[in-house]
């Protein structure tokens, strides 16, 4: 099971997320060396589309929006996203390999 943070690009995204990436950025990176966060990425065009993360467990994804929304970095800084919303992902690529 993967889980999948989804954030829809605020207002200000164009306008303050520049500041705020390095900060988001180090977030990123501390999840990825747990092993925790293996792909993040953003959907067409940020501004329009926003972004999508893949956790390996619900407990790294939760604390990644709690902590990041705490700190005011990224998707989650006032005036960066207008919603976010995490949902549950069946592997079947690994449960197929794992069957065969």
Do not use: Q
Not at 9 to 34: C, K, N, Q, Y
């Amino acid at each position: 099971m993967k889980y999948l943070p989804c954030y829809e690009s605020g207002p200000d995204v164009a306008t303050r997320g520049p500041a705020l990436m390095p900060a988001h950025r180090a977030r990123i990176d501390e999840f990825h060396e747990r092993g925790t966060l293996p792909m993040l990425g953003t959907l067409g065009d940020p501004r329009r589309d926003g972004a999508l993360a893949l956790f390996t467990t619900r407990e790294a994804a939760e604390e990644f929006a709690r902590t990041t929304r705490s700190c005011g970095t990224g998707w989650s800084a006032p005036g960066t996203s207008r919603s976010e919303r995490t949902s549950s992902h069946f592997d079947v690529v690994t449960i197929l390999c794992y069957h065969r």
